[in-house]
């Protein structure tokens, strides 16, 4: 195998997956304004339950429904307030909808005045979001509570062992009843009852729905996954807004519909999650993910996620019924999703974060990043410290490697000579360098063992500093106040020293302090390697510290610290190696 074409391979490999996120990121479609919210919604319906032995029937969306606000002849809704240690925000009693809540340990920005990272919204706001408890009457004669109905409220405000009961009466011998519980993080629990005094049985849908009636800004970033997420029959089902919207529109707007005994279901952001789920691992819910369009372009799109039984709940005459279920609705952070995971059994709720495909490695990565970072109190330090356990692991594979490297710019002449006299016989050349190779117990194979390892270790440590909420706002030393985000500083504009921003007239104009410290490591590593006797590839390789320098420039700064660490280690080591293999060869040539 020729060394240096496999390089060139992998360094091709890795320019078109950099160049593909550069334009990804740069060219990402801009959402439109959002208009004024609709006033109409879906709701689940009912669902017959089957004959013996047929096949299930898949729960469709109603028709639109009305839902009024506030009116002349109308006072304003009440509202229930919602405080804990890390939530605030407030319950509308018209409707039952929680949609006022922020985020009271997270700010927008590294400024101290900064809002709160708000995740609901109300419906005559700019961007509608909201959870939603309810009920379908399935037999088509109960009188049901609807978004117009205004609930009664008992206790409060709901905080941590607070709970709030809301109730309502059709006036036709059924009370309906939400007991809403908070714990002292970010999940609500929801008992959603009927107590029949009526003299006939009744069969009712309760239903609990997220509602999402705006299009977010999207990071647009392909290896970060936005929209609707769940795990449901123990499957991650992940499910893009655009790819949402366009199998509703084949499917009358139901993107999908899937039966599941516990697991939840959501719509995620890069940080936050909104989400529902059974309230027991063995209760079993029919979950769906709905996009309806209700007008031209993203400003007239709905986004819902919902949960109901699989068929309507008969109540009998005095009797009561009832639909336990949660909800979720806070920051990605992950013990915190571990720890809900274990405590409530609910199914793989910690890829609820994008870990993606090296789920196996990033949050070990993570994890071990975490540990470190509560050792020294700043996850910099913890990236530097865990870049020299990685290089500790895989010592003894790279420093067989580097031996390897070393020896073989030791034989770069006789090689050159080689290509030289046998230019127009090429298989003879290469004969005569794998007789070489033999003849002085070299592998051209075993250089490339540093780069293939460092390859998924590189990409995990990317995926976990990217879509890890604890790496946000987390300061380095000196400028580095957000290792998440890409180095602020500019070579464009003398660091700081001329008062305007590159930036403004191009995303490529960003070339920051860290990200030419990573390409001087990158270089001087690149001049300890042996140099490719092609002259082509040559070129190619004294290009590549350039390249990689404007295509990482506006990677999370986390990242860039790490390579350029990574790339001094590796110098350190090879330069070790190749002094400590020339006083060999001198030793050997004195005997």
């Known amino acids: 195998m020729d060394q240096k074409r496999l390089f060139a391979a992998i360094a091709l490999s890795i320019g078109i997956l950099l160049i593909f996120d550069v334009w990804n990121r740069t060219n990402r479609p801009p959402v439109p304004p959002v208009s004024a919210p609709a006033s109409q919604t879906a709701v689940p319906v009912p669902v017959p339950a089957p004959a013996a032995g047929a096949p299930g029937v898949p729960m469709p969306a109603a028709p639109a429904r009305t839902e009024a606000t506030a009116t002349p002849d109308r006072p304003p809704a009440a509202r229930i307030q919602i405080s804990n240690p890390r939530v605030a925000g407030s319950l509308n009693l018209r409707g039952a909808r929680l949609d006022d809540l922020v985020f009271t340990t997270y700010r927008e920005t590294l400024a101290p005045n900064s809002p709160q990272v708000r995740l609901f919204a109300p419906r005559d706001g700019a961007n509608p979001y909201f959870a939603q408890w309810g009920w379908t009457a399935a037999d088509g004669r109960t009188r049901v509570p609807d978004g117009d109905t205004d609930w009664t409220a008992t206790g409060g405000p709901l905080a941590p062992n607070q709970p709030v009961t809301l109730s309502w009466d059709n006036g036709q011998g059924q009370v309906f009843e939400i007991v809403l519980a908070l714990d002292a993080e970010y999940m609500i629990t929801a008992d959603q009852r009927v107590r029949n005094s009526g003299t006939e049985a009744i069969s009712v849908l309760p239903w609990v729905r997220i509602r999402r009636e705006h299009t977010p800004q999207l990071a647009g970033f392909f290896i970060l996954h936005e929209g609707f997420t769940g795990v449901l ?62 007008g031209a372009g993203a400003a007239g799109d709905r986004w819902q996620v919902d949960m109901a039984p699989p068929a309507p709940v008969a109540v009998a005459p005095g009797a009561t019924g009832s639909m336990p279920t949660r909800l979720f609705a806070g920051a990605k952070e992950v013990h915190l999703l571990d720890g809900y995971m274990d405590r409530l059994i609910i199914t793989d709720f910690d890829k609820a974060i994008d870990f993606g495909w090296f789920y196996f490695l990033v949050k070990p990565f993570f994890l071990a990043l975490d540990w470190l970072f509560r050792m020294t109190g700043n996850f910099g330090v913890a990236i530097l410290i865990f870049t020299v356990l990685i290089k500790a692991a895989f010592f003894p594979l790279a420093n067989k490697a580097y031996h390897s490297m070393a020896r073989m710019k030791v034989l770069a002449p006789k090689m ?76 464009f504009n003398l660091f700081g020293l001329l008062p305007f921003d590159p930036m403004h007239y191009s995303s490529f104009l960003h070339m920051p302090a860290w990200a030419l410290i990573m390409g001087v490591t990158m270089w ?35 990242l860039i610290i790490y390579w350029a660490w990574n790339n001094t280690l590796s110098v350190a080591q090879q330069y070790y190696i190749m002094r400590h293999d020339r006083a060999a060869a001198k030793a050997a040539k004195k005997k």
Not at 252 to 266: I, M, P, R
Not at 273 to 279: N, T, Y
Not at 452 to 481: C, D, N, S
Not at 546 to 557: K, V
Request: charged content about 20%; proline content about 9%.
């Open 233 to 294: 029959g123990g499957r991650l089902r992940e499910v893009t807004y655009s790819d949402a919207k366009s199998e509703g529109a084949r499917r009358g707007g139901t993107a999908l519909d899937q039966e599941t005994t516990g697991g939840w279901a959501g719509i995620t952001d890069k940080y936050w999650l909104a989400a529902v789920m059974p309230a027991a691992p063995d209760q079993t819910l029919r979950a769906s993910y709905r996009a309806v369009s209700e």
């Open 416 to 491: 050159t000579e080689l290509r030289e006299r046998y230019k127009d016989e090429p298989q003879k050349a290469q004969a005569e360098m794998m007789a070489l190779y033999r003849a002085e117990k070299v592998n051209p194979a075993s250089g490339c063992l540093p780069i293939l390892i460092q390859i998924p270790v590189f990409f995990a440590l990317y995926k976990a500093l990217f879509v890890t909420i604890e790496m946000r706002h987390q300061p380095f030393f000196g400028w580095i106040h957000d290792l998440s985000a890409p180095d602020p500083t500019n070579l």
């Open 524 to 558: 001087v590593q690149q001049k300890l390697n042996p140099q490719p006797p092609d002259p082509i590839q040559a070129k190619i390789f004294a290009w590549m510290p350039i390249i990689f320098t404007f295509m990482l420039a506006s990677f999370p700064a986390g």
